[in-house]
């Protein structure tokens, strides 16, 4: 279904800078909207601005597929698809609306509902992309089935730019449940991953759970009969869906706290130890949200010891933002980076120093 929306096609004027860019060997710094300017390390380079290069290029509901320029504000997108009923499953943060589609697939966060219903590249069905060599390629399609070979477009889902210009992007979207239960009871944080894994095995169907001060909040998504029952069996003081909403920008008083702002990614299961600071237990435990003062070899030493990784969302507060990576790790990235980008024109450095 094709749609009159606010459309512009920069393509050609994008193809054109990112030539003159490698022809002069001059790093470009890709920009959306600048709403995670912050997160990462900073770019020195010449702006490429993608806010121009936006609009719905196509959407059919009956395929539950929408394709849209990377300059396209999430606000515009989900606006479309409230329309028809149904939403990008990975609940991206969106910041007011104003954050865009390309930089929602760069930096590839997720919001609570990622670890029921998958992150930002599961949802990637294909895109578009500048590459390094200055050709504008097309990879993936617009079908689930479309996985042979070697994945590029969920590739650049997290790779914050480094690796191509993505000018376009195909995604999976789905229907909007019937119904949702918003509801909050008082519990241990120690208690958590227990029940959580008790209300598992009974078939609630969970799709927000975030210990904050004492209290576990707890989303559930399905039809009319099975949220009536979850209600009936949970209790607890029910909400409007307002704590979601503002999880997902990061509005919440737990992120206005002056420290330094940390995203610790725990193994599934990992024990709920003590964290220096003030914490916010989202994804069932698996993602810890941390507040603090200490140093950033603290908190990843206790991030090693759950088996996860840190990440610093506050600038100037660690001197790598992003999880120090392990030799091998580092020698793939590096590899990717010396076949899509060989000039290392884009974003040169924001994820690590020498990528």
């Given at each position: 279904m094709?749609?009159?929306?606010?459309?512009?096609d920069?393509?050609?004027?994008?193809?054109?800078?990112?030539?003159?860019?490698?022809?002069?060997?001059?790093?470009?710094?890709?920009r959306?909207?600048?709403?995670?300017?912050t997160?990462?390390?900073?770019?020195?380079?010449?702006e490429?601005?993608?806010?121009?290069?936006?609009?719905?290029?196509?959407?059919?509901?009956?395929?539950?597929?929408?394709?849209?320029?990377?300059?396209?504000?999430?606000?515009?997108?989900?606006?479309?698809?409230d329309?028809?009923?149904?939403?990008l499953?990975?609940e991206?943060p969106?910041?007011?609306?104003?954050?865009?589609?390309?930089?929602?697939?760069?930096?590839?966060?997720?919001g609570?509902?990622?670890?029921?219903?998958?992150a930002v590249?599961?949802?990637?069905?294909?895109?578009?992309?500048?590459?390094?060599?200055?050709?504008?390629?097309?990879?993936?399609g617009?079908?689930m089935?479309?996985?042979?070979?070697y994945?590029?477009?969920?590739?650049l889902?997290?790779?914050?730019?480094?690796?191509?210009?993505?000018?376009?992007v195909?995604l999976?979207?789905?229907?909007?449940?019937?119904?949702?239960?918003?509801?909050?009871l008082e519990?241990?944080?120690?208690?958590?991953?227990?029940r959580?894994?008790?209300?598992?095995?009974?078939?609630?169907?969970?799709?927000?759970a975030?210990?904050?001060?004492?209290?576990?909040?707890?989303?559930?998504?399905?039809?009319?009969?099975?949220i009536?029952?979850?209600?009936a069996?949970?209790?607890?003081?029910?909400?409007?869906?307002?704590?979601?909403?503002?999880?997902?920008?990061?509005?919440?008083?737990?992120?206005?706290?002056?420290?330094?702002?940390?995203?610790?990614?725990?193994?599934?299961?990992?024990?709920?130890?003590?964290?220096?600071?003030?914490?916010?237990?989202?994804?069932?435990?698996?993602?810890?949200?941390?507040?603090?003062d200490?140093s950033?070899?603290?908190v990843?030493?206790i991030?090693?010891?759950?088996?996860g990784?840190?990440?610093?969302?506050?600038?100037?507060?660690?001197?790598?933002?992003?999880?120090?990576?392990?030799?091998?790790?580092?020698?793939?990235?590096?590899?990717?980076k010396?076949?899509?980008?060989?000039?290392?024109?884009?974003?040169?450095?924001?994820?690590y120093?020498?990528?």
């Open positions: 094709q749609r009159d929306f606010e459309a512009a920069h393509s050609a004027a994008l193809i054109e800078q990112v030539q003159a860019a490698i022809e002069a060997r001059t790093p470009l710094r890709i959306g909207a600048d709403t995670k300017a997160l990462g390390r900073p770019v020195q380079g010449r490429l601005d993608m806010r121009a290069h936006r609009g719905i290029v196509s959407y059919d509901p009956t395929e539950l597929v929408v394709t849209a320029r990377a300059g396209t504000t999430l606000g515009e997108l989900e606006a479309v698809l329309e028809a009923g149904q939403m499953p990975c991206p969106s910041f007011g609306g104003h954050a865009t589609v390309g930089g929602m697939v760069a930096a590839g966060l997720s609570p509902r990622r670890p029921w219903s998958g590249r599961d949802f990637v069905l294909g895109c578009r992309v500048v590459t390094g060599h200055g050709k504008h390629l097309r990879f993936g617009e079908v089935k479309n996985v042979a070979g994945d590029v477009s969920r590739l889902a997290g790779s914050f730019g480094c690796l191509g210009l993505v000018t376009e195909s999976k979207v789905l229907p909007k449940p019937r119904a949702v239960l918003d509801t909050a519990m241990p944080a120690q208690d958590m991953q227990g959580l894994r008790h209300w598992r095995d009974a078939g609630l169907p969970i799709t927000g975030c210990h904050a001060q004492g209290v576990l909040h707890l989303r559930l998504e399905g039809g009319e009969g099975s009536r029952a979850a209600a069996t949970l209790g607890g003081e029910r909400g409007d869906g307002a704590f979601w909403l503002a999880l997902r920008e990061a509005t919440l008083p737990f992120f206005a706290d002056p420290r330094a702002l940390w995203r610790i990614s725990a193994a599934v299961g990992a024990p709920l130890s003590a964290l220096p600071g003030e914490t916010l237990l989202d994804w069932g435990g698996a993602q810890r949200w941390l507040k603090t200490a950033a070899e603290t990843r030493e991030a090693a010891r759950l088996d990784h840190a990440t610093c969302f506050t600038p100037g507060a660690a001197a790598d933002p992003f999880h120090p990576l392990s030799d091998g790790l580092l020698r793939i990235h590096r590899q990717l010396a076949q899509l980008d060989p000039h290392g024109i884009f974003n040169p450095g924001r994820l120093a020498t990528i």
